[in-house]
């Protein structure tokens, strides 16, 4: 007899007003991937992504399975507790729950930690046998051969957006406020080209993304890579870091191969806050030059930007926004520096003192602060943030950096809309001003 399980990829309603009218939001391949994994002559599969989907509250599940992160992690314990009480059985994986397993527990039934290649399946067969443990814990490193693909065929009122794969997996640098290196084991990992190509063969639409923490991780693979995927003829983007992008053959592949933007942390324009955070491999020098070179190719530049380091003061927001303009970024991801639990950042504000709250819900990097800044109030970085965002995405600076960038005009000009409208400020601003400190 086959059993009904549900797999949800949370957004809580603040995030998701948030990134409603934002045109470039592919799906989250966390769960569509777990999907692929499931027998379907034990189970029947439900996928649910809050972004345009509302969870089915008034059903029943045998399982329900959410993949927590840290600012969604009070949401889906709330999630979690409304299927509880109709009898569900609950289990969460994902970062949130790997980097704080005992506090998940707390809200589910069992617990996936770390890497699921090899637990998930071991979970599944489990919990369909009546055996299932209440932890899982991956042990060894999981190889990226042999994956399936996922199950985008579940994938609800999305079309362009639905086209997610990943080829690689992890990173080779060690940022400080980067929580990857809690989450995977500590060593890139590369799946066989043709597996990847095969994915990639399966999205029906003509346009995806690499959910991939470094596409550039290993240059000789990605160049192996993009000579296969030159052959699909489609289009692309993928998540580098710049100082891989002064490899010509590399941004030449990576056009011939259909690659439209590249999103690159650059994080700041300070060479004091770069080196604050263990991002030294980022010569804020070079800038200019390697993103001049990648216009050169035709692939434009969306850049991580964040705000709240400790050399940050407040006409930080003021000159990066100039920077930017000057050198024709054609988008940027903006966000306030945030201590995720577990990570060198977080130890740091915890044994200074300066983490505002434990309340997950202000970790979310983007409408909120969760910590002490060092130069300015919670209230001015949250506003310094908030006035780069309308600046950066005014008529007067797109058409600046349109000008200065000549990259793929009406794809930029499109997806700089869909931001500019998606910034509602009465929406957003908790700040944490009134929160006690304490020393947790």
């Not at 957004?11 to 989250?28: D, G, L, M, V």
């Not at 006409?315 to 991801?333: M, P, R, S």
Request: with cysteine; glycine share 4%.
């Amino acid at each position: 007899m086959r059993r009904s399980i549900l797999l949800i990829t949370p957004e809580n309603n603040e995030i998701n007003r948030f990134r409603k009218k934002q045109i470039n939001n592919f799906i989250q391949i966390t769960m569509p991937y777990l999907a692929a994994f499931i027998d379907e002559s034990k189970y029947e599969i439900t996928l649910i992504d809050e972004y345009n989907q509302r969870v089915p509250y008034d059903d029943y599940f045998s399982l329900v399975a959410l993949t927590v992160n840290t600012s969604n992690a009070t949401h889906c314990y709330e999630i979690a507790r409304r299927f509880k009480e109709k009898g569900s059985k609950v289990v969460m994986g994902g970062p949130h729950a790997t980097l704080l397993p005992d506090e998940a527990k707390e809200h589910c039934d069992y617990i996936i930690i770390g890497e699921a290649e090899e637990t998930w399946p071991k979970f599944l067969n489990d919990f369909y046998d009546n055996t299932p443990l209440e932890r899982y814990f991956c042990i060894d490193v999981p190889s990226l051969d042999n994956l399936p693909i996922p199950r985008r065929d579940l994938i609800g009122k999305r079309y362009f957006t639905k086209g997610a794969v990943f080829a690689t997996r992890g990173c080779p640098y060690q940022c400080s406020y980067c929580n990857l290196k809690q989450i995977y084991f500590d060593e890139f990992r590369m799946r066989p080209i043709q597996e990847v190509i095969e994915d990639i063969r399966s999205i029906k639409s003509k346009y995806f993304v690499f959910w991939d923490d470094n596409f550039f991780g290993d240059i000789k693979y990605a160049k192996i890579l993009m000579k296969e995927l030159k052959k699909l003829n489609k289009k692309w983007a993928a998540q580098v870091t710049l100082e891989r992008c002064q490899d010509e053959e590399l941004l030449q592949l990576a056009r011939e191969s259909g690659c439209m933007y590249l999103f690159i942390g650059l994080e700041s324009f300070s060479e004091e806050s770069l080196q604050g955070v263990n991002k030294g491999m980022n010569d804020v020098v070079k800038y200019k030059q390697i993103i001049d070179l990648i216009h050169t190719y035709g692939i434009s530049v969306q850049a991580g930007i964040i705000f709240g380091f400790d050399y940050d003061k407040k006409d930080t927001f003021k000159k990066t926004l100039e920077a930017c303009n000057d050198l024709g970024i054609d988008g940027v991801t903006v966000s306030i520096l945030t201590p995720l639990p577990q990570t060198p950042l977080y130890q740091q504000f915890k044994t200074e003192g300066r983490l505002l709250s434990q309340d997950w819900r202000y970790y979310n990097g983007k409408t909120t602060v969760a910590y002490q800044p060092k130069n300015m109030t919670a209230k001015e970085l949250y506003e310094g943030y908030m006035w780069f965002r309308k600046e950066f995405y005014s008529f007067r600076s797109i058409l600046k950096r349109m000008r200065r960038s000549r990259t793929n005009i009406i794809h930029n000009l499109i997806v700089n809309l869909g931001y500019k409208f998606s910034i509602r400020e009465n929406d957003f601003g908790k700040i944490n001003e009134d929160i006690k400190v304490e020393h947790y």
